[in-house]
């Protein structure tokens, strides 16, 4: 039973469109967070909610709108993609205080 | 500025060679301190954390790692590497206590020839 599941594994999509990806865990943690690896395999995070409060928000552009409709799930939604955006995203969660779990990623890729 | 350092892009070992990969840290505080490792096209799965006490920690699959305050290093090592242990391995740090906003290293990739 996989701790912290997000799909899709694989996006790809053209300039301009809407897209969202989706990430659960069932670890009964009550911090969520979404990081980005760029191509460079560079990690940064991007958010985090506690509690389904928004706690962490990085200098993203606001194309980027996370949501969280309880704690086990946190929403990534992306508009008007652009090339820059290809990626891969990261969702993970933790008790605060505790360790990240990260989930397998998602590599959106802008054609 | 917070930042973590990974000296190393690659490294490339014999397989039952000894491994040790370098981290060292700026941070304001005193850090939780954690190594990840990405094998290809997976996600980042926790080796070991540190987080106080005891400053040798033993994590899965053979590492451990070593808190040096005075140096501000946390490098990870393995006694003798296997072939599986080839995979991007990344230093990270976050506040004690707090969320966890991790300052990730740029990773360091492990080659293992047979």
């Known amino acids: 039973d996989t701790a912290v599941s997000q799909t899709p594994k694989y996006l790809v999509t053209q300039m301009g469109n809407d897209k969202s990806i989706k990430c659960e865990q069932n670890l009964g943690h009550d911090t969520m967070y979404w990081y980005k690896q760029d191509s460079k395999k560079f990690l940064k995070i991007m958010f985090s909610y506690n509690n389904k409060e928004l706690i962490i928000n990085e200098t993203v552009p606001n194309r980027f709108s996370p949501k969280s409709p309880d704690k086990a799930h946190l929403n990534l939604h992306i508009n008007s993609l652009e090339l820059g955006d290809s990626a891969v995203y990261f969702c993970a969660s933790s008790t605060t205080g505790g360790e990240a779990f990260f989930g397998q990623g998602t590599r959106l890729t802008v054609v | ?114």
């Open chain 2, 1 to 114: 500025a917070q930042s973590v350092t990974q000296p190393d892009i690659h490294i490339t070992v014999s397989e039952g060679a000894s491994l040790e990969l370098r981290c060292n840290y700026s941070y304001g505080a005193t850090p939780y301190l954690f190594w990840y490792v990405q094998s290809p096209g997976q996600g980042l799965q926790l080796l070991l954390k540190y987080f106080s006490g005891d400053t040798l920690v033993q994590g899965i699959k053979g590492f451990e790692a070593e808190f040096k305050r005075s140096q501000s290093s946390f490098n990870l090592r393995k006694p003798s590497v296997h072939w599986s242990d080839a995979a991007e391995y990344f230093c990270a740090v976050g506040p004690s206590g707090g969320y966890n906003k991790l300052i990730f290293g740029a990773g360091t990739r492990l080659a293992v020839h047979p």
